[in-house]
């Protein structure tokens, strides 16, 4: 070894025997899976004293043993002991001190790979219950502020300029109904991913006369995955994780450059509570909306997560391969950012201020009501809607000129662009009439806010 290399120094000082240390421990993150290593082996030595592959009493002993190391755990967390490289190791040395030489049957019949297979299954399941009951406080925001503002007028956009008008409610209701198809993606995770891989051992199975079953239903699992090579190198069900949490991550973000939007003073839309927005370091008059600013940025993290995971797996070989220690790290970081995201997103929408007067007040002056006036020149007039769209484009420049909304134009006005217009056009005209008119199924007529409202509440009692 070259004494002058710089790489030796520091904690690599041993020179190589510390690097393969180091690289080699998944200690320092694997930690956070020690609730599920204990579970994981309960269920495994029940199972080997049910099929007398240990005593019942060195299963009763051990299963002892695992609920004091839990009882340590819980009260002064895992000691990050790079030659305990794993939390395996470090249950199976905690086991031994706490009883003695028996502990080391607990490993009859199983190996890390299908220990540690079982334990990240088990922990993202966990993740997934977590992330739907925190999709379900941020639907119930949604609907109570979708309900309040049913009504509530404002610009509808595409290509962000104004469009036509909607109502505040059924905008945040299109949210609830992204979110609901998160729910169902993490749902379909979760039902998929619930095969347990424990009993598959290193990677061929094992010879002792296990109970895969037993273990199976002890962990709440469907029963057990059915090949044994595929039990101890899936990673499927972490993807199927990270593709739902990216997918819900790019809908946050979405509402997420809405609020940063809509609190510049150029829309107005929406002032932010002081809980999830900061002052400026040199500009007093500033309120920054920082939470949704970081929700925006988390979703790039967390589609990285899953970019590296991806990355990680492809063109690995059956069965297991070291390169699979680096799958828990993009997991863990993408459920702490998307956890943090979902809170955020919720406490934004449960304390915004909406200034709905504003918001009317630009949908009123953005001519969002022209393609009422085309449709109505095809329903009342009998026009091509071609030569409506033209009739309504003089109607818009007429009104441009004048400086006023559609609806302030005169009669005189609007039949010296085209004769046959009468009172009846300003039945359309206005922006409360539009929304009203738009009662096709999905559309912003404020009754159908309010059904569809309903219709979520009943679908998630």
């Not at 240390?21 to 956070?32: G, M, T």
């Amino acid at each position: 070894m070259d004494g002058s290399n710089a790489m030796w120094g520091g904690r690599f000082a041993e020179g190589p025997a510390a690097v393969m240390r180091e690289i080699n421990a998944s200690i320092p993150f694997d930690k956070r899976l020690w609730k599920q290593d204990i579970a994981g082996s309960k269920a495994h030595v029940a199972m080997l004293g049910a099929q007398g592959i240990v005593s019942p009493d060195d299963a009763a002993t051990i299963a002892a043993g695992l609920d004091r190391v839990a009882a340590h755990y819980a009260a002064h967390g895992v000691t990050e002991d790079l030659v305990l490289e794993d939390i395996h190791m470090q249950t199976e040395a905690r086991l031994a001190e706490a009883i003695g030489p028996v502990a080391g049957r607990l490993h009859t019949a199983r190996s890390r790979n299908d220990q540690v297979a079982t334990d990240f299954r088990l922990w993202v399941r966990d993740a997934i219950d977590q992330v739907l009951a925190a999709l379900g406080g941020f639907q119930a925001a949604l609907l109570v502020r979708a309900e309040e503002h049913a009504a509530s007028v404002m610009p509808g956009f595409t290509h962000l300029q104004s469009a036509q008008p909607v109502t505040l409610g059924h905008h945040l209701m299109a949210y609830h109904a992204m979110i609901a198809r998160d729910v169902s993606r993490f749902a379909d995770a979760r039902v998929r991913m619930n095969r347990s891989p424990l009993g598959s051992a290193a990677l061929a199975g094992t010879g002792f006369p296990i109970d895969r079953e037993m273990t199976a239903h002890a962990l709440g699992f469907d029963g057990p995955m059915t090949n044994s090579l595929d039990g101890v190198s899936d990673r499927d069900f972490a993807l199927d994780y990270l593709v739902a949490a990216t997918q819900c991550a790019l809908h946050l973000s979405r509402l997420a450059e809405e609020f940063v939007l809509w609190a510049s003073q150029p829309f107005g839309f929406v002032a932010l509570s002081d809980q999830w927005s900061t002052g400026s370091s040199i500009m007093p008059q500033k309120r920054n909306p920082d939470a949704a600013e970081l929700v925006r940025g988390h979703s790039g993290r967390i589609m990285g997560c899953m970019t590296a995971l991806m990355v990680t797996m492809k063109g690995l070989p059956l069965a297991y391969s070291k390169d699979m220690q680096d799958d828990k790290p993009p997991v863990f970081e993408a459920h702490d950012l998307l956890a943090l995201s979902i809170a955020a997103m919720t406490g934004m929408v449960e304390s915004a201020t909406f200034r709905t007067e504003r918001m009317r007040a630009v949908a009123e002056a953005g001519f969002a009501t022209a393609t009422d006036l085309a449709d109505w020149l095809v329903r009342e007039a009998g026009l091509p809607f071609r030569e409506a769209h033209h009739v309504t484009g003089r109607a818009v420049k007429r009104a441009e000129d004048l400086g006023i909304a559609l609806d302030a134009l005169s009669i005189g006005d609007l039949q010296a662009i085209d004769a046959r217009i009468d009172d009846r056009v300003y039945g359309v005209l206005s922006v409360d009439a539009s929304v009203a008119s738009r009662t096709s199924f999905g559309g912003t007529a404020p009754d159908n806010v309010r059904a569809a409202i309903r219709a979520a509440r009943e679908t998630s009692e």
